[in-house]
């Protein structure tokens, strides 16, 4: 059914902002932890503060807790050269929420005490005597590109190299050949780099008040330095035609510089430049690295150097990937003796392996087409209430891993955005902001999804994933709604990129027995039948044929994947029985249907709790898992976008079932018992439902885009069928109306973005199903998972309020 109403959304569009003296936004920041935060840095994106990237006001933002000023700076976090983030610097005590104000200041911004600084002097006013430079007086700048006699000890460069602290610890790199990174312990909160080496020498090796010199770094890669990865060992970023390096911040929160390689040529790859950015936080220890090379590299390694009578300390690796390990040493490493810390914290899908060569012990990071980003710290004894045991240096360590693996929760309600979402929700207003969530997903994505493209939000090439399929009949479904053909044209566009004139379908796997590689499947029965193009139907039987050989539970469900037998989960439902259905109902005369239904039947027997309806994430049959409970092998939690998935099946699947079938009566009788069960566990304020549907309250607990959509989506669809009783209909806009409050985010370009959107959520494989484990998960925003079901509970929504 075509919706008739005709919308200009304006994607480009400059909308009207906020004036300087009124407040720009406020901003919620949960603690999602139980653990205090001291100087916690929370990263807002400009864009949803209502203002463009690179917008020179956000210069002069400033912001309040409790009605004081707190720190905030406007930087590039992504290295593109374009202003992008504000970060704000706070304390947070444990499970603790605060309330920001964000305004353009209308004076003098409020001053801050300098608490990290990055520098690079030079030598002006001498001369060069071969490899030295001789005479002359040391000059801070904001860029230099080493001269060609430039080399190691060449008495250039004050202390031979870039130089960044905070008021925990400072850092230094040589910019020359040997690449290595050296630490400054202080002694003193204060800022000390800028009088070290001013004596032309380094005397910085000596004990001095501020603190000294602490690491022998020798031929390793120092402390947390970077190089490539060759034959078994770390080869250092050496060979190069020129070193540059530049200044980018010095401001209350953090300060970054950018060290470039330019035609760096690594051992086994091609010659190119490399850029590596690195930044220090105040109240931190850790120094942020970003490397992006210029064509794809090899394997880049990270390094800590190997001393005699030192304790090397390996991270959990059992854990899920989007959170972060380490690897450690702790010993009598310094150069006076002392006990000394040093660490590589990185994201633990970025671990390819520990390893060691003759001088280092490594990081070996798994291949990256864009490069890699981790971080390295120090921790000296010595420093003013430092850390002064190994067991107290490895709470430290588990701590810190807790805060970057589980990051505060924040919401931003802009002036702008809160501006134009103002009104009561209809029929027109919801296909207005669906039509704009569309509008803004082509816009963005462009041709990124296609096969052979690099997709960004992903971080590695397209492929055939249920995503992709997910995305693609949502825009699609929106351009049946509206008639507008390009979303029918993007939408073919990505899907048919994968189909070969043969039907073979590019980077789908059938021997993996992946149940979500069949979602897709949905796209190609919609293509065969509005252009009867044969490679579709064909692609689409190579699909069947695989749920055909498909291994099955010993009641008949299908087990998630290959690698995960036995086992049962709520986003299976979704990725392979619509297909089913369509396919037996367009091929088979309905001839496997009542098979297809029958996984919901199991779901229903294996995973339905009585007591509240709400349904686990998932069922092992085997009862072997660590997520699975002993004696009825299923998870422990209610995970808001697993339920989710099986809602959009159970909707999904009864509008191809004829009215009168017992297929069609078993699921609507699911249907009614699953609304029922969601209402109670909807916010009765927001509208919207949380990462942990029975858990409000829990720390760390959200409210979360995807699961929302979804069953906003099987509300409202219910409804317009008749499969639910019209006092749904309540729950449905209020919960659409939540979602343009909580989650949808308004740009000044005139696109719209999904926040508050779960990245991923799995079982096994380091994921072991455990609360904390749901939280640690990375919350993002305008990830396909949550767009595509966002367009289609918009669609159905606004059938759900016209007038009829």
Not at 169 to 176: H, I, P
Not at 424 to 441: F, H, N, P, Q, V
Not at 747 to 773: I, K, P, Q
């Amino acid at each position: 059914m075509k919706l008739a109403i005709a919308l200009t959304t304006g994607i480009g569009i400059a909308l009207a902002g906020c004036s300087k003296h009124e407040p720009l936004a406020r901003v919620e920041i949960e603690n999602s932890t139980e653990t205090q935060r001291i100087d916690e840095v929370v990263d807002l994106r400009l864009v949803d503060l209502g203002l463009r990237l690179g917008d020179d006001s956000a210069e002069g933002i400033e912001a309040f807790a409790g009605g004081s000023p707190v720190p905030a700076q406007a930087w590039d976090k992504s290295g593109d050269g374009v202003a992008d983030t504000l970060s704000v610097l706070l304390d947070l005590a444990p499970v603790e929420g605060k309330s920001l104000e964000l305004r353009h200041a209308s004076g003098s911004p409020a001053s801050f005490k300098q608490r990290t600084q990055a520098e690079i002097s030079r030598k002006t006013g001498g001369e060069w005597q071969g490899r030295e430079y001789i005479g002359g007086h040391f000059e801070n700048v904001q860029s230099l590109e080493t001269p060609p006699e430039h080399t190691d000890h060449s008495w250039f460069i004050r202390y031979e190299g870039p130089g960044w602290e905070s008021d925990k610890v400072g850092y230094r790199f040589y910019l020359d050949w040997r690449n290595g990174f050296d630490i400054f312990g202080k002694l003193t909160p204060e800022l000390v780099l800028q009088d070290v080496g001013q004596d032309g020498f380094d005397s910085y090796h000596e004990p001095a008040d501020w603190g000294m010199d602490i690491l022998k770094v020798g031929s390793s890669l120092g402390s947390g330095g970077y190089g490539l990865w060759v034959d078994g060992k770390a080869e250092r970023i050496s060979k190069t035609d020129k070193l540059s390096c530049e200044i980018l911040e010095n401001g209350p929160v953090l300060s970054q510089f950018r060290a470039t390689y330019h035609g760096w040529e690594g051992s086994n790859q091609p010659k190119m430049d490399l850029v590596a950015d690195l930044s220090i936080h105040a109240g931190s220890r850790l120094t942020w690295v970003r490397l992006r090379p210029s064509e794809q590299a090899g394997q880049f390694c990270a390094g800590l150097v190997k001393h005699d009578g030192t304790e090397l300390i390996k991270g959990d690796t059992d854990i899920t990937g989007e959170a972060y390990t380490y690897l450690a040493t702790w010993g009598k490493q310094s150069l006076d003796g002392s006990d000394l810390g040093m660490a590589i914290l990185l994201r633990n899908k970025d671990l390819d392996k520990f390893a060691e060569d003759e001088f280092n012990d490594l990081v070996v990071f798994e291949e990256r087409v864009k490069g890699i980003e981790y971080a390295f710290l120090a921790a000296w004894s010595k420093e003013p209430n430092g850390i002064s045991s190994k067991e107290a240096f490895i709470a430290y360590l588990e701590e810190t891993v807790e805060k970057l693996t589980i990051p505060s929760r924040v919401d931003v309600y802009s002036s702008m955005d809160t501006a134009e979402k103002a009104g009561e929700l209809d029929a027109e207003k919801a296909l207005y902001w669906t039509k704009r969530m569309g509008d803004s997903i082509l816009e963005r994505r462009g041709d990124t999804l296609a096969y052979g493209q690099y997709d960004p939000e992903a971080e590695r090439y397209a492929k055939w994933s249920y995503t992709t399929g997910l995305i693609s009949k949502a825009v699609h479904d929106l351009g049946e709604a509206t008639g507008e053909s390009s979303y029918l044209d993007w939408a073919e566009s990505v899907i048919s990129s994968y189909v070969q004139e043969d039907g073979t379908v590019s980077t789908y796997s059938f021997d993996s027995f992946n149940i979500d590689q069949i979602n897709s499947g949905k796209m190609l029965l919609e293509l065969h039948a509005s252009t009867g193009e044969e490679r579709y139907r064909i692609a689409a039987d190579h699909l069947r044929r695989q749920l055909e050989e498909h291994p099955r539970t010993k009641n008949g469900a299908f087990w998630h994947k290959k690698r995960y037998p036995w086992q049962v989960w709520l986003d299976g439902v979704y990725m392979g029985i619509p297909f089913m259905v369509g396919y037996e109902q367009a091929y088979n005369d309905s001839e496997h249907v009542a098979e297809a239904v029958h996984e919901f039947i199991v779901c229903e027997e294996e995973l339905r709790d009585p007591k509240t309806g709400l349904y686990w994430h998932a069922w092992d049959e085997s009862r072997q898992q660590v997520w699975a409970d002993p004696e009825t092998g299923r998870s422990a939690y209610f995970w808001g976008r697993g339920l989710g998935w099986f809602a959009m099946a159970l909707v999904d699947t009864l509008e191809m079932l004829p009215e009168e079938s017992k297929e069609a009566e078993d699921l609507r009788r699911i249907l009614g018992d699953l609304a029922e069960a969601l209402v109670k566990v909807q916010d009765p304020e927001k509208g919207v439902w949380y990462q942990i549907l029975d858990r409000p309250d829990a720390p760390g607990n959200y409210p979360e885009s995807s699961a929302s959509s979804m069953f906003t989506y099987m509300l409202a669809k219910g409804v317009n069928h008749g499969w639910l009783d019209e006092s749904y209909k309540a729950a449905a806009k209020k919960a659409f109306s939540g979602m343009l409050t909580e989650f949808v985010r308004v740009h000044a370009d005139g696109t719209t973005s999904l926040d508050h959107l779960c990245r991923v959520a799995g079982l096994g494989y380091g994921r072991d199903g455990s609360y904390e484990y749901y939280m640690s998960e990375p919350v993002v925003a305008n990830d396909p998972k949550g767009i595509g079901p966002f367009l289609m509970a918009g669609l159905q929504v606004s059938t759900l309020l016209e007038e009829k």
